[in-house]
């Protein structure tokens, strides 16, 4: 009792440091603006299909582009606008968020700050912890920015049917599938961490999303736990044409084994690994 009280006490007094050093490199960083500017683009093109959408005879100038955002948009009103943003961030979320995780830790070692950062008074547990609540934070600030951006595009758009009800589902579903993604990308923290490089944990991040398009092909995709936000999304079923594969209590909770899993195995191996 006396040693997990003791964990707990030096947890506990050493996250706030761990939390504003790891804030603070985020802030620093321009691939915090790179990622705002990506979650503001992919707003944007949603917004830009709402526009073809509501004004039909621009689309025959477009083209392509207009038969895709009849595909992806439906109509020109504020649920279609939730649901194609949903689309399209639940896409691009795994990469961004995965980049984000990859980030926050394989800098350490590609930037050799790793040996200071170890040699500090704080726990390796403490670090980890602090990377992935940082990495956590700023991912729902990407998806909070994203939900006010599209409360702009739509009222400069002037989008018919909204209502409180239709903004605070979009929101809910754009949370919960957030929530999915960043528990997914927690397992390219630990092979940035095991890698202790960028490259192979980005490699995953392909290829996660290529195994991801054949188990959704074959049907299966509801049991490949990374496949499952853009299941819950209907960006899966958007994409390929095919039904909507329907999600279970096994699907969520394989998403919830995955992060568990992988948020315990990298403690392990900051805890264990041989860092000289």
Not at 76 to 91: G, H, I, K, R
Not at 150 to 160: I, T
Request: charged share 10%.
């Amino acid at each position: 009792m006396t040693n997990i009280g003791t964990t707990e006490s030096h947890f506990a007094s050493g996250i706030g440091p761990a939390l504003r050093v790891e804030f603070q490199k985020a802030r620093r960083s321009k691939t915090l603006w790179l990622t705002f500017f990506v979650m503001l683009l992919l707003t944007l093109i949603s917004g830009l299909f709402m526009f073809i959408l509501k004004y039909p005879e621009l689309a025959q100038r477009f083209g392509l582009v207009g038969a895709k955002a009849q595909l992806f948009g439906g109509t020109a009103d504020w649920p279609s606008l939730f649901n194609l943003v949903l689309l399209m961030t639940t896409v691009g979320g795994l990469v961004i968020f995965g980049f984000i995780f990859v980030w926050v830790f394989g800098r350490e070692f590609v930037d050799r700050t790793v040996y200071d950062m170890l040699a500090l008074p704080t726990s390796r547990v403490t670090i980890v912890m602090a990377k992935i609540i940082t990495a956590a934070c700023w991912s729902l600030a990407l998806i909070l920015t994203v939900f006010v951006l599209v409360l702009g595009v739509g009222a400069v758009l002037q989008l018919p049917q909204w209502s409180m009800a239709t903004a605070t589902n979009g929101l809910e579903r754009m949370l919960v599938s957030g929530v999915l993604t960043l528990l997914l990308c927690i397992s390219f923290a630990l092979v940035a961490s095991a890698t202790r490089s960028y490259l192979p944990a980005v490699g995953c991040i392909f290829l996660v999303l290529m195994f991801g398009q054949v188990f959704n092909t074959l049907g299966y995709g509801q049991y490949f736990p990374w496949a499952i936000p853009a299941l819950y999304s209907g960006a899966a079923s958007a994409l390929s044409g095919q039904t909507e594969q329907p999600l279970g209590f096994i699907s969520y909770l394989l998403v919830v084994a995955v992060g568990i899993i992988s948020l315990v195995a990298t403690g392990a191996w900051w805890r264990n690994a041989d860092q000289t």
